[in-house]
C-alpha cells in the first residue's frame, strides 16, 4: 500500500494526538505528508439563511482550530514527515471527501465515538464517508492499547471477491510494517442453510485451500500468516476472530455495488466497523 499522502480528519474528541502518532508507522511504507483537517459545521459558525456565516465567529472558531493543529503538526514534522493544516466550513463528510478528492490523498483516517456502538449508525458523518469514499477509509478505535504500531497484528477476511483480492493488496503492501496476519473466511449461514454437515465440509476445505495460497504469497514478503475457517454469521464470525487473535487492525474490502440494499441492512465490512473494537481499515 502506498500512501504518499494521508488526511488525519479530527473534530478534537475522538481523532487526538494518540490518533495521529499511530499513523507514523506508515511512514515506512512511503508516507511522506499528512494532511490535518478540520471542519466547522455550518451550524457552529453561526449561518443566517440568505446571509451568509457570522465572520466573528467562524474567525473565532477557526483560529482556535488553528493553534490546535498547528501544535500537532510540530509533532509531525519531528517524525520527518511533511505537516499541511486545513481548517473549512461545511457538512463535515461532504468536505472531508471533496477536500481529499482535491488534495489526492491516498488515505482518510477518521475517528468514532470508542464506547458507543451506535455512532456509527446510518446517519453518522463516517459512515457516510465510508459508503461514499473511493479512497481507503481508516476507522481508529482505541489505538493506546495496540503500542507503537496500529499495523503490527491484522485480521484480513477473505470471501475471495475481488474486493477482499484489493484488500490482500494492501496488506501487502503494508509488509515493512506487519508482524502478522490472520486470514479470515466465513462460509455464511445462508450458504449452508440447506447443506447437509457432509456438503459443508467441502466448503470449508475449499476456503482453506485458498487461504493457503495466499498465506504463501505473504510467507514470500516474510511476513508471519495463519489461516481460520469458520461456519456462522460472517460480521459475528470475524468480530471473534479478531477480539480472540488480538487484532491490532481490521483491513477489509467493500463495494459500492447494490447500495438500495446496502442503505437498509448495511454491508458486513460496514458492520465491522461499526462494532469493532479495534481500528478498521476499509478498502474500496
Not at 4 to 16: P, Q, V
Not at 72 to 82: I, P, R, T
Not at 98 to 115: F, K, M, Y
Not at 231 to 251: H, M, R, W
Request: with cysteine; net charge negative; aromatic share 4%.
Amino acid at each position: 500500500m502506498k500512501v504518499g499522502k494521508a488526511m488525519f480528519a479530527s473534530d478534537f474528541e475522538t481523532m487526538t494526538l494518540s490518533e495521529l502518532k499511530a499513523l507514523l508507522p506508515l511512514k515506512e511504507v512511503g508516507l511522506e505528508e499528512i494532511i490535518l483537517y478540520h471542519v466547522l459545521q455550518i451550524e457552529d459558525v453561526g449561518f443566517v439563511p440568505y446571509g451568509g456565516f457570522l465572520k466573528e465567529a467562524q474567525k473565532k472558531l477557526e483560529a482556535e482550530a488553528l493553534v490546535r493543529l498547528r501544535e500537532w503538526s510540530k509533532m509531525v514534522e519531528g517524525a520527518g514527515l511533511k505537516a499541511r493544516v486545513l481548517v473549512k466550513v461545511g457538512v463535515p463528510w461532504r468536505s472531508i471527501l471533496l477536500t481529499a478528492q482535491e488534495e489526492l490523498v491516498n488515505l482518510i483516517a477518521l475517528g468514532t465515538q470508542q464506547d458507543d456502538p451506535e455512532e456509527l449508525d446510518i446517519g453518522s458523518t463516517v459512515l457516510k464517508i465510508v459508503r461514499h469514499s473511493e479512497i481507503p477509509i481508516l476507522v481508529m478505535k482505541r489505538v493506546e492499547g495496540v503500542g507503537d504500531n496500529l499495523f503490527k497484528n491484522i485480521l484480513l477476511p477473505m470471501d475471495f471477491s475481488l474486493p477482499s483480492e484489493k484488500a490482500l493488496g494492501v496488506v501487502m503492501g503494508l509488509a515493512s510494517v506487519v508482524e502478522k496476519v490472520e486470514l479470515v473466511h466465513v462460509v455464511s449461514e445462508k450458504e449452508v442453510r440447506e447443506l447437509s454437515p457432509q456438503d459443508i465440509e467441502p466448503k470449508t476445505n475449499q476456503g482453506m485451500k485458498n487461504l493457503n495460497m495466499y498465506m504463501q504469497e505473504l510467507a514470500q514478503l516474510g511476513l508471519e500468516a495463519h489461516a481460520h475457517v469458520f461456519v456462522g454469521n460472517t460480521v459475528k464470525e470475524i468480530l471473534q476472530s479478531a477480539e480472540g487473535l488480538d487484532a491490532t487492525l481490521i483491513v477489509m474490502g467493500t463495494t459500492g455495488k447494490d447500495m438500495i440494499k446496502e442503505f437498509w441492512m448495511g454491508s458486513a465490512s460496514h458492520r465491522v466497523a461499526e462494532l469493532a473494537q479495534c481500528s478498521v481499515l476499509l478498502v474500496s
